[in-house]
């Protein structure tokens, strides 16, 4: 029997309500999830994130496999690969190469958004358009004409914007470098990365409210990223925590890697207490402070 992108969407809410990293306490959130169609934003063609045997990525083809297609989508931690290589690897077989796009799984797109939880009529500015996925549940929660997307691809830009309109949803959507932001649109109550970064571009901080919340997964020393929250002072300034462990891929500006003491992070950190570290963020550049030892 053909199971029903909507039974397969509500299953997939019904786990994350169940996980800790889930909805939580954000009911707007379960229901824009509920609300918001997964399946209409997924290229036909995605590969498989866990390399086979031979190394390579598979490819889930939709008109080959709707079925195994429709389930991939609803599979709670599973991100989907929409680009490898920049768009240089055609979506014709299994194939290997660097993550440059994807859908990001439910499980992330949930975490990210409940850290960073819009309020109705927010200003929301979003750094990695993508499939325009995360875009269409931002805008459920703050209305579409708050939020401003930016992709610095242009193919993926257009056919997000594409996706939006199709279902009536027509956000601002830039294409070009995020790390710049979209200064035009601020200052904005909420920013969200979707790709990770080293440094936090100065241009975010600028284009945060005072008392504004950024959300964005910061590489670390450890074998994963942090996912950063942060709140801005309004004069470019911005302070926080991490709040947790997430794999993105970085912007693309940034893909370099950089000594992490020269990235403001302590020379010897405990893996184990990446929770306890505070984070500083600003004109006198980035650092990331272990905990106060108590004193007896
Ligand atoms: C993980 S994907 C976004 C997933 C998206 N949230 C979704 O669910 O479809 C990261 C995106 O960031 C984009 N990106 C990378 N560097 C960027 C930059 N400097 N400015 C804007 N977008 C960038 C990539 O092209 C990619 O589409």
């Avoid at 290229?43 to 429709?70: C, F, M, Q, S």
């Avoid at 014709?92 to 009529?121: K, M, N, W």
């Avoid at 947790?244 to 207490?273: I, N, S």
């Avoid at 402070?289 to 007896?296: A, E, I, S």
């Amino acid at each position: 029997m053909p199971v029903s992108a909507a039974a397969l969407r509500g299953l997939c809410a019904d786990e994350m309500a169940r996980n800790p990293r889930g909805f939580g306490s954000a009911a707007w959130l379960h229901e824009a999830y509920l609300a918001v169609p997964r399946e209409h934003f997924v290229p036909d063609r995605v590969w498989w994130p866990a390399p086979g045997e031979d190394g390579r990525y598979n490819l889930i083809d939709r008109t080959v496999r709707p079925r195994a297609w429709l389930k991939a989508v609803y599979k709670p931690g599973a991100p989907l690969i929409t680009q490898l290589d920049d768009g240089r690897v055609p979506p014709a077989g299994p194939a290997t190469g660097a993550f440059t796009s994807s859908i990001s799984s439910s499980g992330v797109v949930v975490e990210l958004l409940r850290h960073l939880a819009p309020r109705p009529g927010d200003r929301v500015l979003e750094i990695g358009t993508g499939t325009g996925y995360t875009t269409a549940l931002l805008a459920a929660r703050v209305g579409a004409e708050n939020v401003v997307t930016v992709e610095i691809d242009p193919t993926l830009a257009a056919r997000a914007t594409e996706r939006l309109a199709e279902l009536g949803v027509h956000p601002l959507v830039i294409t070009g470098d995020g790390e710049v932001g979209h200064a035009e649109g601020g200052p904005y109550d909420r920013i969200v990365a979707t790709a990770s970064v080293r440094r936090i571009p100065p241009a975010w901080l600028d284009q945060l409210a005072a008392g504004g919340v950024l959300v964005v997964p910061v590489d670390s020393p450890f074998a994963y990223d942090l996912l950063a929250r942060l709140e801005g002072d309004g004069a470019g300034a911005a302070a926080g925590s991490f709040v947790a462990q997430v794999t993105f891929m970085r912007v693309r500006g940034q893909r370099e890697p950089v000594p992490h003491t020269d990235l403001g992070w302590p020379a010897a950190l405990d893996p184990t207490a990446w929770a306890e570290l505070t984070v500083v963020a600003g004109p006198m550049g980035q650092r990331v402070h272990p905990p106060t030892p108590v004193v007896p």
